[in-house]
């Protein structure tokens, strides 16, 4: 009997702690469901820079088309890389810009520059994937990459 009087008198402030951690837990899981939408939103991201990447044959309109994809998808890049892995970025638009203004001519510098150009492809995707964090805050101005590319 001491013990249902004691349930009975406790059952409101069980059910607020039982409500709470009901709360907590949903709360958990909806964190956990946006960082996997996020993350998904990166692998989409990955996968059309594949679809970009794989048309590009050295030659200067295929650059062109992929400087325009590139911008296009900036705020993509900016929002879901943090200021470091965006440093990739930037450096595979500087390659992409420089290819633009002094195209590759001979066999083997085209070649090298499809090489070039697929390892930069190949360390963004992998930023891309590997990031574990959720929307970045970006209150920094987008400022160009320093010339330390080729």
Same mark, same amino acid.
Do not use: P
């Given at each position: 009997m001491?013990? /249902? &009087?004691? $349930?009975?008198?406790?059952? @409101?402030?069980?059910? +607020? *702690? +039982?409500?709470? #951690?009901? #709360? %907590?837990?949903?709360?958990? /899981? =909806?964190?956990?469901?946006? /960082?996997? !939408? *996020?993350?998904?939103? &990166?692998?989409?991201? #990955?996968? &059309?820079l594949d679809e970009?990447?794989?048309?590009?044959? %050295? @030659?200067? @309109?295929?650059?062109?088309? *992929?400087? !325009?994809? /590139? =911008?296009?998808?900036t705020s993509n890049f +900016?929002?879901? $890389?943090? !200021?470091?892995d965006l440093e990739k970025y930037k450096k595979l638009c500087l390659f992409i810009l420089n290819y633009i203004n002094t195209p590759a001519q001979t066999r083997d510098a085209k070649f090298t520059a499809i090489k070039d150009f697929l390892t930069f492809v190949s360390e963004l995707e992998i930023v891309l994937g590997n990031a574990n964090? %959720? *929307?970045?805050?970006? !209150?920094?101005?987008f400022a160009p990459v320093k010339k330390e590319v080729q």
């Open positions: 001491a013990i /249902l &009087r004691l $349930l009975q008198q406790n059952a @409101e402030w069980m059910c +607020a *702690i +039982a409500v709470a #951690a009901f #709360a %907590g837990v949903q709360c958990w /899981l =909806s964190h956990q469901q946006n /960082l996997q !939408n *996020i993350r998904l939103k &990166r692998l989409e991201l #990955a996968n &059309r970009v990447a794989a048309k590009f044959l %050295g @030659e200067v @309109e295929d650059a062109k088309n *992929i400087r !325009n994809w /590139l =911008s296009s998808n +900016a929002f879901l $890389l943090n !200021n470091k964090y %959720g *929307i970045v805050k970006n !209150n920094a101005e």
